[in-house]
């Protein structure tokens, strides 16, 4: 059974950080690419970082390219998003993918929220 369990979603006021985690398994955590998207209400699901296979590539939104980085670890079949600086417009639903191409979602996680607010 496939499973992408994101955590380490929460409130924190602007200009803080945070650390997304996504476990994957039941599937070759190493034979995807993964990424990262976000949704708010009202607006369409937001691609925000992608990486290759062996991590060694990845894409940054132009929206947090400088603020956020993705990376991943295929020994514990995990992926990371860490975001500084945030901005309360970074507020969102975030989501975990595996996929294909840059970037072919396959899997989807659950989410986990991420609220910017002072």
């Known amino acids: 059974q496939v499973q992408l369990v994101e955590s380490g979603g929460g409130l924190v006021q602007p200009g803080g950080s945070l650390s997304l985690s996504c476990a994957a398994s039941?599937?070759?955590?190493?034979?995807?690419?993964m990424a990262w998207y976000r949704q708010s209400p009202g607006k369409e699901r937001e691609l925000v970082a992608s990486?290759?296979?062996?991590?060694?590539?990845?894409n940054i939104a132009v929206s947090v390219k400088g603020r956020f980085t993705i990376s991943r670890d295929n020994a514990k079949n995990t992926v990371y998003l860490r975001m500084n600086n945030l901005k309360p417009e970074d507020t969102a639903v975030y989501y975990c993918?595996?996929?294909?191409?840059?970037?072919?979602?396959?899997?989807w996680g659950q989410g986990t929220q991420v609220t910017v607010s002072s």
């Open positions: 993918s595996a996929g294909t191409g840059w970037f072919e979602p396959v899997y």
């Open positions: 039941g599937f070759r955590f190493s034979d995807y690419r």
């Open positions: 990486i290759s296979r062996g991590g060694v590539t990845t």
